[in-house]
């Protein structure tokens, strides 16, 4: 039986609707219609209280959540804990993401996705290999033992998933454009991240498949006078997606505010870069044998350096408002469509529309989650799980 959404605010092209019902068939929506259309007295009705509907988020890049390190445990087990741990802060959709590691784990983590995607745990998309074809120079947490160039030899490792998306973070210095472009052609989404290329060496890759930037400021060259850096070229790009880290100190929110001038908004993505402790109560956790905990409200190691983020995509949208200036709706936008485009499933998610797949999160005024849907299976939250948001951080 179709499922009718009424009683929403229901976010569509041009801002809010209200009046309108979503219709729900299956996994997939089926249409978007006025309140008194006759199919919603059909369908099994649900009353969203006047909350607000968005597409639901889909986060590019989680290491973690629901105290679960999926390096730590690249196990279908672990990608399930992770996705329920995120859905309860309306993320719908995501790619556990694993960072710099040895080649026998990226094996096993690229079979964890693909038996999680073939058991149906929902809103896992693919998976992001972040490393290890990085550079020590801008290596940031990850561990240097672990790095290394990237030659033909791994082109068959990371085209091996066979199914969803998969994002590899490399520095196009590690490797060659000729490489990029054989990644690119078998599907794989190629970034650029914990990268000291040059602005020439960014110009080669954008030529040869490169379509997007990881942590953008964090763990790469810097935009100077003299020297572009990967910062420039990204920023001058038109056509590449920045992913960004709105948690008020991966970047000083004045330094996004002058990024989001540089391109279109609609090639920046709002990411998590969540750790273990995102959903859980244990505040620290140990990364390849390093301990890494909540300081002052970010994770650091032993030497205070960043490692990933504490932070929920429910608090990103509410800091891409508070700290970016943006409106609710692009900040959706930016956690949803965007996102979506960028891994090449801007036809299915990201948008509430006809034939979209029923990936959908509904908030308050104050952007806590209220519920969510993936693929049409609302989650049924109970009251503990329903976020009261905490104040933006500012920087100090
Ligand atoms: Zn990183």
New binding site residues.
Partial sequence: MAVALVNGRVLGEAGFLEGRAVLLEGDRIEDVVPDDDPRCARAEQRDLGGCLLLPGFVDT?VNGGGGVLFNAEPSVAAIRAIGRAHRRFGTTGFLPTL?SDDLDVVARALEAVRSAMDAGVPGVLGIHI?GPYLNVARK???NSKKLRGLDESAIGLLTSLGRGRTLV?LAPEMTTPGIISKLSSAGVVVSA??TNATYGEIRAALGHGLTGF??LF??MSQLTGRAPGVVGAALEDPESWCGIIVDGRHVDPAVLRIALRCKRHDRFMLVT?AMPSVGAAEKSFSLQGRMISVSDGVLVDEEGTLA?SDTDMATTVRNAIALLGLDLPEAARMASRYPAEFLGLGGELGRIAPRYRANLVLVDDQIAVRETWIDGCASGLEPGDQQVPEPPRRLG
């Fill in positions: 890049q960072i972040e940031g947490v990850h973070t991240g914990h990881t942590h964090n763990a870069d990933g």
